[in-house]
């Protein structure tokens, strides 16, 4: 028996953004996540120290998902038409087409924007949104 060769483990995904806080709220919202103890948003009037710079929401049983990183510019993807091309995209699943049709409520309401409905494709319906800062995301029936 050959011993395995060590790998490096994925630990989150990093989303530049030119507002640290409120991407990471968009997403914790979205997801059912939790902040990293120390980056929960201060009490109000206090400043946000760690929302200008480098925020993480993890699964609430601890496992890192996403990280947020302040930035002072980001072109926003113009995919799928246009020249800023996505670079980097989320996969989110649901169990069904009406749970997608939920989805899609909740996206709107937390602030993303749709960019395409395939819904009806029979093969694999979803959804196309951007989230607050421009970055596109699927919602799909896996």
Do not use: N
């Amino acid at each position: 028996m050959t011993e395995r060769e060590s790998v490096p483990k994925l630990c989150q995904v990093v989303l530049d953004c030119t507002d640290a806080r409120a991407l990471a709220e968009f997403y914790r919202s979205l997801l059912g996540l939790v902040y990293r103890p120390g980056d929960e948003p201060p009490e109000a009037g206090r400043p946000d120290e760690r929302g200008r710079d480098w925020l993480v929401l993890r699964t609430p049983d601890g496992t890192p998902q996403i990280a947020f990183q302040q930035v002072d510019q980001l072109p926003a993807a113009s995919w799928p038409e246009g020249p800023v091309p996505q670079q980097l995209h989320l996969d989110l699943t649901v169990a069904s087409v009406e749970e997608l049709r939920v989805q899609h409520d909740r996206v709107l309401r937390l602030g993303g924007q749709l960019l395409r409905d395939r819904i009806d494709d029979p093969e694999e319906p979803l959804r196309v949104y951007a989230d607050p800062a421009g970055h596109p995301f699927c919602v799909f029936v896996g």
